[in-house]
């Protein structure tokens, strides 16, 4: 038997490995210009970061059309892959935590609210994609917080709920895990903070991801309190 907690970790992206909640702000703001929508402040844009793109829309827009919604997506798309140019850069010390989990026998994948097209460039320009093992967008199945992201990639690779943990910034990762039945465990830095994100039960919270590897190194699993 593994001496492992989990066998399976599954990363969101946007806050949680990349540092890119002000350029999707931006490229929201440049949709909402191009497509003359009602403008919405900047908590209101950050508060969405994390969800599919059309279900974002719909949060901040209720109710709106499907014209609507179709000219805003077209609208962000040109803004975040070829217009914006606001920097966004992974969080200090990711690369060598994926390496070093990778290392230890850990299976590592990608459950994100980007589109597909979005996730490729990130994980090419990065050079992070050969980490992962498997990767799930929202333009591709349901969006967070329904739990078709993990299931899919929990199926694909042989594993169940107890195997995996979820690791994310937001309350959509953390609905996504509990609707999923897995563990989940929260970073304080990216969009919705500790208070929020403890309000779900994860088993741990942190301030800084670098300290993953240690954490699951001393960790064992009956001792977690799963919160299935």
């Known amino acids: 038997m593994s001496s492992k907690p989990y066998q399976l970790l599954v990363f969101d992206w ?16 440049g949709a909402i210009a ?40 077209e ?26 989990l990778e290392s230890a026998g850990y299976w590592l994948a990608v459950a994100t609210g980007k589109s597909r097209r979005g996730l490729d460039r990130v994980l090419d320009d ?29 199926n694909e690779l042989g594993l169940g709920p107890e195997d995996t943990l979820m690791i994310g910034d937001s309350e959509y990762d953390m609905l996504m895990a509990s609707n999923a039945g897995t563990d989940r465990l929260g970073v304080t830095y990216g969009v919705h903070g500790g208070q929020r994100l403890s309000q779900h039960s994860p088993v741990a919270l942190m301030d800084d991801l670098r300290v993953l590897p240690g954490w699951l190194s001393r960790t064992v699993k009956v001792e977690l309190g799963s919160a299935k």
């Open 75 to 100: 609208a962000y798309r040109v803004h975040f892959l070829e217009r914006d140019e606001t920097p966004s850069a992974l969080f200090p010390g990711v690369g060598e935590m994926l390496a070093a």
């Open 34 to 73: 191009d497509t003359g929508a009602e403008e919405r402040d900047e908590s209101a844009l950050r508060d969405i970061i994390g969800l599919g793109l059309d279900e974002a829309i719909l949060a901040l827009y209720p109710g709106a059309g499907n014209r609507f919604l179709a000219d805003f997506r």
């Open 14 to 29: 946007d806050g949680t490995l990349m540092d890119s909640a002000a350029r999707i702000v931006s490229c929201l703001r």
């Open 126 to 154: 990065t050079g992070l994609a050969r980490h992962f093992l498997s990767t799930r967008c929202a333009d591709e199945t349901f969006s967070k917080p329904n739990p078709a992201m993990l299931n899919e990639i929990m």
